[in-house]
């Protein structure tokens, strides 16, 4: 089945800074790769997703790449601020049943301000 | 409009007892997912439902995990008995016919099983 890692597991810039978060996956057939944050106390949300037939896609602040050769995407944050602090977690859609996500192990954000 | 609703948002429970959490997905969704988060294993997928049939409960631990939809409207998630190691928070998401992968989830439900 499909396996998604997840680095770095914390990460921590200054307010303003450029944050990157990588992810690679196993499965050549994943086709959609979603980013979730996850706010203390909070369920994951949504924050943009890049489907396989897509290389970037931004908004805003933030925007994903997708290489599907080397199977890995990543999330960039630009411009980062102190509510951007949290837990992000990407995911691949495992081939094995149409809408399972596999998640990443999160990584912890800390933007100093 | 309302997101995610899940109940309890909080239980605390002794071993060997039945623990039920409850959710409500977004009015309209007709996929609906139930997710467990630990520090151990991370956002796992336990079972999910489509127009309230499950399609695959590949992730649900054991027998002692069962979960059902009665309606639209409504799902819910039963460990009896209850162990210590089931203590994790518990996740509701749901979505909706054609933009399925988009996930939406609730608050969760943090069980801890003394």
């Known amino acids: 089945g499909e396996n998604v890692e997840q680095h770095p597991s914390t990460l921590s810039v200054q307010e303003g800074d450029s944050a990157v978060i990588k992810c690679t996956y196993s499965?050549?057939?994943?086709?959609?790769f979603p980013w979730y944050k996850q706010e203390l106390g909070k369920g994951p949300q949504l924050i943009i997703d890049i489907r396989s037939n897509v290389g970037e896609k931004k908004d805003q602040r933030i925007a994903v790449t997708l290489n599907k050769t080397a199977k890995h995407f990543s999330l960039h944050i630009t411009e980062t601020q102190p509510e951007d602090s949290a837990v992000y977690f990407c995911?691949?859609?495992?081939?094995?049943?149409?809408?399972?996500?596999?998640f990443g192990s999160g990584t912890r954000l800390l933007v100093r301000p | 409009d309302a997101g995610v609703i899940q109940s309890p948002r909080h239980e605390v429970t002794e071993m060997g007892q039945e623990v039920t959490l409850r959710c409500k997905p977004i009015?309209?969704?007709?996929?609906l997912f139930w997710y467990r988060q630990t520090m151990m294993r991370g956002l796992e997928l336990l079972i999910y439902f489509n127009n309230n049939v499950p399609i695959d409960d590949s992730g649900m631990p054991e027998d002692r995990f069962s979960a059902k939809m009665p309606n639209a409207s409504f799902s819910t998630l039963k460990i009896q008995p209850s162990e210590p190691r089931d203590s994790a928070v518990y996740f509701c998401a749901s979505s909706v016919r054609g933009t399925a992968y988009e996930q939406y989830f609730g608050p969760g439900t943090r069980l801890t099983v003394t």
């Open positions: 995911a691949a859609r495992g081939v094995d049943s149409s809408y399972k996500l596999i």
């Open positions: 499965d050549s057939a994943s086709n959609y």
């Open positions: 009015s309209g969704h007709d996929y």
